[in-house]
Structure formats: C-alpha cells, structure tokens
C-alpha cells in the first residue's frame, strides 16, 4: 500500500511563496515519476507539475511556469513543490500523485496516468 503525505500549505499574500512537501512509503519511490496536481472550488483537478523518476526531466502546466519548481530527493522518498510569486487564482487544494508506470519519462497531465493520490495540502493565496 502506497501512502503520499503532503505537508507545507497555508495562507499567503499574493507575491509571496510557499514550499509543499509529499512524502511517499509502501514502494520503490525511486522508480516513479511524481506530480503535483491542484483543484480549485467547483472545478475539475488541474495539472500542476511532474517530475521522472531520477529527477532529470520537469514538466509544468503553463500557468505556473516560471514560478514553481518541483523537485526530488530519492533518498529521503519525498517530492516538493516550491511555489514563488503566488497569485489568488493558484489558491485551490494541492494533492501529489504517483505515476501507475515504472521508468515511464513522458510528459503525463491527465489523473489517470496516476494510481496513488495524497490527501491534500490547501494553499490560499489573498489579494
């Protein structure tokens, strides 16, 4: 059974930064590739960001492009999200996943590339 725990949400005023962490158990982190997705009130969960498994290649939605960094550390099992130059509009619940396929290094954006989920971190960004 794989666990994800995100860890880091808060409130913080627009311009400002936050850093999310996830960490993982039950499996071999090392071999999968990670992701951060985010779901806002009355809309549909939304990709954020993904990394491989070694950590080598990143992927971003364009809205957060230039403003977030997903980053790994495989010894220590964990994932994180740094967030920088917040906006309201970023304020949703933000969840971490864990991608279904081994050593898989494509660019993944849509839930069901993923089969483990956390239980989500709330970021609220005020104007």
């Known amino acids: 059974q794989v666990q994800l725990v995100e860890t880091g949400g808060g409130l913080v005023q627009a311009g400002g930064s936050l850093s999310l962490s996830c960490a993982a158990s039950?499996?071999?982190?090392?071999?999968?590739?990670m992701g951060w997705f985010r779901q806002a009130p009355g809309k549909e969960r939304e990709f954020v960001a993904r990394i491989s498994w070694s950590g080598g290649r990143t992927y971003y939605a364009d809205s957060v492009k230039g403003r977030f960094t997903i980053s790994r550390d495989n010894a220590k099992n964990t994932v994180y999200l740094q967030m920088n130059s917040l906006k309201p509009e970023d304020t949703a619940v933000y969840y971490c996943a864990a991608d279904s396929v081994p050593f898989r290094i494509q660019k993944v954006t849509t839930t069901t590339g993923y089969n483990y989920w956390g239980q989500g971190t709330q970021v609220t960004v005020s104007s």
């Open positions: 039950g499996r071999t982190f090392s071999n999968y590739a």
